[in-house]
């Protein structure tokens, strides 16, 4: 079974709908990330969490939220869908003190028309 | 501004050819730098890291070499397969113990 898994892997909603995005690990990890990739730009960083009482913005974060709901779980919500938060989203994992080397999710992609 | 660089277009190469690849840097002072391999479709891929006392680092056919004063890495792919066509990113420790990402480069190994 996956290390990071994330659901669901497709999304195709409207504008103005409530969407929310999974992320779970059996890595054991106390660090968890959201990206987001678009072509051209890379890997951007959303939100963070170095451990369940801790949520911190990422350089996005406008328009999301987040929940850490345990160690293993990491949500991602998106409040009110818009079309330019059409993106590929991947959730990340990584273990403190190792510098901070990252375990991916296999990602998610969500279409808003 | 910071800002990460790598090479800006597609790398297209010969099988068993040496594929290079660059990831410049600027305002920033990361103590490591990582390379991660892309496939589409998938999330990135861990591959090495390097420390800023570490001039070079390798792993089976990958290479890479670590230039504080210059600001650079490259990545080397030696003796390279059409298995290793994937997109490439560097990312540099940012501050708080967070990781910021190049755009990554391309690679493409015809047979």
């Known amino acids: 079974d996956a290390d990071v898994t994330q659901t669901p892997r497709n999304r195709i909603t409207k504008t103005g709908k409530r969407i929310m995005l999974e992320c779970s690990q059996t890595?054991?990890?106390?660090?968890m990330y959201w990206y987001r990739q678009d072509p051209g730009l890379g890997l951007r960083l959303i939100y963070y969490s170095f451990d369940v009482k801790d949520i911190n913005k990422g350089e996005i974060s406008d328009g999301y939220s987040v929940s850490r709901q345990a160690q293993a779980k990491f949500s991602l919500s998106l409040e009110s869908a818009i079309p330019n938060q059409t993106a590929l989203y991947f959730c990340?994992?990584?273990?403190?003190?190792?510098?901070?080397?990252?375990?991916f999710g296999p990602g998610t992609r969500l279409t808003v028309l | 501004s910071q800002k990460i660089e790598q090479n800006s277009e597609a790398l297209n190469i010969q099988e068993g050819k040496t594929a290079t690849l660059t990831c410049n840097y600027t305002n920033y002072s990361p103590a490591y730098l990582q390379w991660y391999r892309q496939d589409p479709g998938r999330g990135p891929v861990f591959l090495l890291l390097?420390?800023?006392?570490?001039k070079e680092k390798r792993k089976e056919r990958l290479k890479v070499t670590f230039d504080t004063t210059l600001k650079q890495s490259l990545f080397h792919i030696t003796a390279s397969q059409p298995a290793d066509s994937a997109t490439y990113l560097c990312?540099?420790?940012?501050?708080?113990?967070?990781?910021?990402f190049g755009a990554g480069t391309t690679v493409t190994v015809r047979a």
């Open positions: 990340a994992t990584s273990d403190q003190g190792v510098a901070d080397t990252q375990y």
């Open positions: 390097i420390r800023e006392n570490e």
């Open positions: 890595k054991g990890h106390d660090r």
């Open positions: 990312a540099l420790e940012s501050n708080d113990y967070k990781l910021s």
